[in-house]
């Protein structure tokens, strides 16, 4: 894989990053609009894989106050998060990493959690991802694992009152709500 580059997100490959998203994640579950505006923000890292000039895989990293961080991803589960986030501050969340199909299964995902984790782990005090369970297989386990998170708990149906207000298709459910499990992992930093 010589041709391998990894670089913040541009405009002109967004929808590229939005069909990788559709097939892999679900229909609808991310959109032109959320990526454009992250794009302005200053705490919001979108990492793209290009691979030979094609977009291949992205990583998608927020840095969040915690109270921030519960409001926007942790409502329906917010003791859970609460007591595991009770001692921290800056929460370094990873949002997404998608690698494209014909190329998973060769280290990419491996090399987006080194990346993004290597450059954005000083901006925080915890790292978390919620890892999705898809047909009983949670493919991001071993990799964040790999690089020092653990495992917290497994919330069941964790995407299923978010699939029913946003109104995406989840690719594995394929209908919603989405009712896939979801495991949440920890890293302390610092
Ligand atoms: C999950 C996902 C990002 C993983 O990406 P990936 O690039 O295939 O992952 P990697 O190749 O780095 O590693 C995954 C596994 O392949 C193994 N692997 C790495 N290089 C390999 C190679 N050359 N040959 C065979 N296997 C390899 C890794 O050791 C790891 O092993 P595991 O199956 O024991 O976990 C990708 O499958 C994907 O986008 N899936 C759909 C969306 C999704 O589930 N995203 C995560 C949401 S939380
Ligand atoms: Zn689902």
Known sequence: MKEIIFQPLKEENISAIVALANHELGTHYLCEETLKNYLQLDNTYCIQVVLNKETVGFSMVRVLPKKDFIMQYAVTHKNIFED??????????????????????????????????????????????????????????????????????????????????????CAACKKIPCICNAKVFVKRLG
């Open 84 to 169: 595991l986030l009770k001692n921290s501050n800056t929460i370094l969340y990873r949002a997404h990493t998608v690698v494209s199909k014909e190329f998973q299964k060769r280290g990419i995902a491996n090399l987006l959690v080194k990346f993004t984790q290597e450059k954005y782990e000083s901006l925080a005090d915890t790292a978390l991802s919620v890892a999705w369970v898809k047909n009983k297989q949670c493919s991001m386990e071993n990799v964040l694992v790999k690089y020092g998170f653990y495992l917290h708990t497994e919330i069941k149906k964790y995407w299923k009152e978010d699939s029913l207000q946003k109104k995406y298709y």
